[in-house]
């Protein structure tokens, strides 16, 4: 099924969001809770599959709701239509601060793999599914589990990541990258993991336990700040359930105990 052609504009800088402009009759698809407006004559309704495949059946739908289910995403993803006589916009952003990257899947050999909750939204056509990993080594211990997205069309699709996004182009190269920090690659990138070093290095070096290795030909997206990391440093400095704690995290559990009368 050949992609939908939607025209896009992005908003913003670290808070990003993308209003896709619908021709009469066109349709994106999207995750679950993504849209953030739309105008008058736009309809959207979830379904269990992302409409690439119209003939693809019941036991299809529920056999890709159940792949869905794997990533952690929303069994169903919602379908934008414009039933207007003349073009209309729905906007999107993730849930998250980072930057949205719109990809030309066609420029891109009409395929993309990405980590498992960097899909935003793509015009109706694009095929969202699966990929294993092909090694345990990297299913265990890759950062993403055994399990990544795969989107294949010929339509634009957009992906979201945190913090500042960084797009290399390696030419038979090979990239050590932080396993958290990839967002995608097109398909002609081998995609696997090593050890950080020495013993030493693997338990106090910081860096983590094992790297990701990326080599041959073709594009890579990395992020700064993997939503992952944020969390932690969140988590390291909130506050115990007692209050006791010092530091930037008892300030703000301060506050929010006085909010709640406690």
Excluded at 148 to 170: E, N, P, S, W, Y
Excluded at 191 to 197: L, N, P, Q, V
Aim: a negative charge; proline letters at 3%.
């Amino acid at each position: 099924m050949k992609c939908h052609e939607v025209d896009y504009e992005i908003f913003g800088n670290d808070m990003q969001t993308v209003e896709v402009e619908l021709d009469p009759g066109e349709t994106v698809v999207a995750e679950a809770g993504a849209m953030n407006w739309m105008e008058d004559g736009i309809s959207f309704e979830a379904k269990m599959g992302d409409g690439s495949q119209p003939d693809q059946g019941l036991m299809g739908k529920l056999f890709s709701a159940g792949k869905r289910a794997m990533t952690g995403e929303s069994m169903f993803i919602t379908h934008f239509t414009n039933q207007a006589r003349e073009k209309k916009r729905v906007a999107f952003s993730a849930p998250y601060p980072g930057k949205i990257i719109p990809v030309d899947m066609a420029a891109m050999g009409s395929e993309l793999i990405c980590q498992k909750d960097a899909f935003l939204c793509a015009a109706l056509g694009t095929r969202i599914s699966i990929a294993f990993s092909k090694k345990l080594g990297t299913g265990f211990f890759g950062g993403e589990g055994f399990i990544l997205q795969r989107l294949q069309g010929d339509g634009m699709a957009f992906i979201h990541a945190g913090g500042t996004i960084v797009q290399k182009q390696l030419n038979n190269q090979t990239l050590r990258v932080d396993t958290g920090c990839i967002v995608g690659f097109t398909p002609g990138i081998d995609y696997d993991i090593e050890r950080a070093g020495n013993l030493k290095s693997m338990f106090f070096g910081g860096e983590g336990m094992f790297l990701a290795t990326l080599s041959g030909q073709g594009t890579v997206w990395l992020q700064s700040l993997p939503f992952s990391r944020l969390a932690d440093r969140i988590i390291a400095h909130a506050p115990s359930s007692g209050g006791t704690d010092k530091g930037e995290g008892s300030i703000l559990g301060g506050l929010g105990r006085m909010i709640d009368g406690k």
